[in-house]
């Protein structure tokens, strides 16, 4: 059973800050990691993957892994209000996806 | 491309009926999902379909069954509803790889 945890949240951060967002893995096989943001609403929509350790950035948001911790995470910096959303990490296996429950996000003007 | 589509957007049951929810794909996509999100329990697989012609079940199969009409078209059906299957559900397709999924807008299903 592959197990993916976040903290549920809610996380709060004021605007223009860091908003950082963390998620851990049981499945210390899994190679492929995903964040999806997702909009009260609305349908998950994939922001970021990332399969090698380290960093890997894309405008204000930078994922983290680290396989030997087993654990993923997402960086916003110059957090918007806009960026208020539930953020899903999820982990990739034989064309399969196992998502976290996900953190809610919001961004204080 | 309108990406992923799903229909209904919205439905409501009485317990026992039938149902099927419609997805379908532009992208050229092998491999095609569904799932059901309910409050703090996350994306939980129903069934996935890597090709056409090929379905298995996920996580939580019980109550539903799927048809990959063809590559473009994956439907879902519960055959006798039950209120435990009040839920959103997305259909999603992905590439080769099977894991940048795309999502389709979700139905909300309310069984009574």
């Known amino acids: 059973q592959k197990e993916v945890e976040q903290n549920s949240g809610p996380l709060s951060v004021p605007e223009g800050a860091i908003a950082s967002l963390n998620c851990t893995y049981s499945?210390?096989?899994?190679?492929?990691f995903f964040w999806y943001r997702q909009y009260s609403g609305k349908s998950p929509e994939l922001i970021m993957f990332?399969?090698?350790?380290g960093d890997k950035e894309d405008g204000r948001f930078t994922a983290q892994l680290n396989k030997a911790s087993q654990y993923v995470s997402l960086l916003i910096r110059d957090s918007q209000p806009s960026d208020s959303a539930t953020y899903l990490c999820?982990?990739?296996?034989?064309?399969?996806?196992?998502f976290g429950s996900g953190t809610q996000l919001t961004v204080l003007p | 491309n309108a990406g992923v589509t799903q229909t209904p957007k919205f439905q409501v049951l009485k317990t026992g009926q039938s149902m099927t929810l419609q997805c379908a794909q532009d992208?050229?996509?092998?491999?095609m999902y569904w799932y059901r999100q309910d409050p703090g329990m996350g994306l939980r697989l129903i069934y996935y379909?890597?090709?056409?012609?090929?379905?298995d079940k996920g996580e939580v199969p019980n109550g539903y069954n799927v048809s990959r009409l063809n590559k473009r078209e994956f439907s879902l059906r519960l055959e006798s509803a039950a209120p435990s299957q009040t839920s959103v559900y997305f259909c999603?397709?992905?590439?080769?790889?099977?894991?940048?999924?795309?999502f389709g807008p979700g139905t909300r299903l309310t069984v009574l």
């Open positions: 379909s890597a090709s056409e012609g090929t379905t």
């Open positions: 990332i399969y090698s350790n």
């Open positions: 992208m050229n996509h092998n491999s």
């Open positions: 999603a397709s992905s590439g080769p790889t099977g894991n940048e999924q795309f």
């Open positions: 499945d210390r096989g899994s190679q492929s």
């Open positions: 999820a982990l990739g296996s034989a064309r399969q996806l196992t």
